[in-house]
């Protein structure tokens, strides 16, 4: 098994520092502060309707927060100018909910868009490339494919090549194991294991699945619908055995705990 713990780093990943975000007026999360360290795997947990999708679009710039500071290794986004934000971007990787393959791509295409898009490799190298991050997820020799002829469980792996197409320094996954099996959603948190043991990319997941959270989730923050922020924050398995908080205990008490950590191996199934 790949060990999930990351070594010591002195500069954030992410810091978040007082964020207020919400939409048309109405906030939704109100001064939330937390740090992910690099290499880390770092989950933002909690119920329906508590924020976390909002808190996503926060951090990967889809929104901008209300007030307070986004940094990445130590720089603001906000501060730079649109070229500088741009190329800050690229060095996000992001897996949506749905996986969000362009259903007349075959998947060849759709991971080769942002290649195309954002660098100035040939034809021939982009395809190298392409090949290269669909074998990382276990799909060589479906490159072909469109997305209407696997299954949910490729459709993940196949979003995933693609946010990696450019190595990110950071992975955004927005409920990666919403819609899948047991077995795939295991195989799955095995390939984010793998991802993170051989880039040491950063990775943050938006996820309610306890299994996962347990499994692979180095710390997390758990956000709250009525308290507008974070009710708790640190290693999951440490909050489960000594919060006192009865929301943090309902959430992370909803079924008997898994046995910690998964087991190592590559992530092929469908």
Not at 94 to 107: E, H, I, K, M
Not at 225 to 240: C, S
Request: proline residues 6%; negative net charge; aromatic residues 6%.
């Amino acid at each position: 098994m790949i060990d999930p713990t990351p070594g010591p780093a002195t500069v954030p990943a992410i810091e978040a520092s007082r964020l207020t975000c919400g939409y048309d007026g109405t906030v939704v999360l109100k001064d939330v502060s937390f740090a992910v360290r690099p290499g880390e795997i770092f989950f933002v947990i909690g119920g329906s309707g508590c924020g976390k999708s909002t808190l996503l679009r926060n951090l990967i710039g889809i929104e901008t927060p209300m007030t307070g500071v986004v940094k990445y290794f130590d720089r603001v986004f906000a501060e730079n100018d649109a070229a500088a934000r741009r190329a800050l971007l690229q060095t996000f990787g992001v897996l949506y909910q749905s996986g969000a393959l362009w259903s007349s791509l075959t998947l060849r295409q759709n991971v080769a868009l942002p290649l195309e898009e954002y660098t100035r490799l040939t034809p021939g190298e982009i395809q190298e490339l392409v090949a290269l991050k669909l074998s990382q997820v276990g799909l060589s020799g479906f490159e072909d494919y469109y997305p209407s002829e696997i299954s949910g469980g490729m459709k993940k792996r196949a979003g995933l090549a693609r946010a990696l197409a450019l190595d990110p320094a950071i992975l955004f996954l927005d409920e990666p194991s919403a819609g899948l099996d047991p077995i795939t959603s295991r195989r799955l948190d095995e390939l984010i294991l793998e991802i993170r043991g051989m880039f040491g990319t950063t990775i943050v997941v938006v996820s309610h699945e306890l299994a996962s959270i347990f499994s692979i989730a180095d710390r997390v923050i758990m956000l709250e619908r009525a308290a507008q922020g974070i009710i708790a924050e640190g290693k999951p398995r440490e909050l489960a055995a000594d919060s006192r908080d009865p929301r943090v205990i309902e959430f992370l008490h909803r079924g008997d705990l898994p046995a910690p950590g998964v087991a190592g191996g590559a992530a092929s199934g469908q």
